[in-house]
């Protein structure tokens, strides 16, 4: 039994259905359902017996505590988090919140359990974080790739969040013993992807006829992964990694976002060609970019690879041609996730201006 926390949004899910796919072992599924946590995201998994999904908190120690007590799990891995940069420029308070203040107190009922464990069970038990290269600040052109020793320079009220958990993770295990492992990971994109992010809000817009919003020029830099081979980091991670140790998880693809914007469209002038016979390109909008917006991550993941032997299994062209295919083979998931609040949220976030 492994306990997940946040197993309801994009990765979270993900990583759910692949190991429900993949092994026996059950998952009790701890999520908020905030705007992000979509149930539907688990629908294949709903009545699986090995599935137990239980809405709540992490910030509630009390409930985290009885769940660890009624399953036993042997790892947590903790996938909860507010993580969009743009709502946290707008409203910091609930990323403090569920990313400070939540693993702190998942932190606290994950010890506690654990100092209550069997020698063996001690030995055995990890506790899995989930974080992201955002941590690191931002890259200069010709600057090498974010390492694990690089050090932290958060720029956005979200990344400070990610980083002071990080650093929580990592003083419960020096101070405490607690067996952490934690990954900072680049940017993910695959089925699920909230659609307020780049790449599921280009391919959104564009089959409504709507701009396709691109902050400044365009060119801010990122590294991107597609989402299962995320989820086969993680298990692998999981499985043997070394505790205390800091994992850097990458796509080798580095890409301005300007870049993903032409693939879209070339895929679903392709895939799905406008009614007019003319260009999804020619939706391309440009918008006032958002403020203090990092320029470019980069992710080296030469220590995964070497230490652990794992490495991305999609391209960049395998990836993307998946997701826009499953984003046009689910309508009704689309349809049914852009809720009133969330077209409130993107008018206001890409106003011209």
């Not at 052109?141 to 320079?153: G, M, Q, S, V």
């Not at 607690?178 to 680049?186: F, G, I, Q, R």
């Not at 299962?228 to 800091?246: Q, T």
Request: aromatic residues 10%; charged residues 25%.
């Amino acid at each position: 039994m492994i306990l997940v926390t946040g197993g309801a949004g994009f990765i979270g899910a993900n990583f759910v259905l692949d190991w429900l796919a993949r092994n026996d072992e059950a998952v009790v599924n701890l999520d908020k359902l905030t705007y992000a946590g979509n149930r539907e995201n688990l629908a294949a998994v709903m009545d699986d017996p090995r599935h137990v999904f239980v809405q709540g908190d992490i910030g509630d120690g009390d409930l985290v505590s009885r769940l660890l007590a009624q399953h036993r799990p042997r790892a947590i891995i903790h996938f909860a988090a507010e993580s969009h940069v743009d709502r946290s420029i707008h409203g910091a308070e609930a990323f403090i919140q569920t990313n400070v203040v939540g693993t702190f107190r998942l932190l606290e009922a994950a010890r506690a359990y654990w100092v209550g464990l069997d020698a063996a069970e001690q030995a055995a038990f990890r506790f899995l974080h989930v974080s992201t290269d955002e941590v690191y600040g931002s890259l200069a052109p010709d600057e090498p790739a974010f390492a694990e020793t690089r050090r932290y320079e958060p720029n956005s009220p979200y990344s400070a969040s990610k980083a002071a958990s990080d650093h929580l993770v990592r003083a419960w295990h020096h101070t405490y013993g607690l067996p952490v492992l934690t990954t900072n990971c680049s940017n993910n994109y695959g089925p699920f992807h909230f659609p307020e992010k780049l790449i599921p809000l280009m391919i959104v817009n564009a089959l409504a006829g709507k701009p396709l919003p691109v902050y400044g020029d365009g060119l801010q830099v990122r590294d991107w992964l597609y989402v299962s081979d995320h989820c086969s980091a993680i298990r692998r991670v999981l499985e043997a990694g070394v505790p205390g140790e800091v994992y850097n998880v990458g796509g080798w693809n580095e890409r301005p976002n300007i870049d993903i914007v032409h693939t879209i469209c070339a895929l679903l002038d392709e895939l799905q060609p406008r009614p007019d016979g003319r260009s999804y390109r020619e939706q391309i909008t440009h918008v006032k970019d958002r403020p203090g917006h990092d320029r470019r991550y980069a992710i080296d993941a030469r220590k995964i690879e070497r230490e652990l032997g794992w490495r991305p299994a999609e391209t960049f062209e395998t990836g993307i041609r998946k997701t826009v295919r499953w984003y046009l083979d689910h309508p009704e998931w689309v349809a049914r996730v852009q809720s009133g609040a969330y077209r409130e949220w993107v008018r206001t976030q890409y106003a011209h201006g």
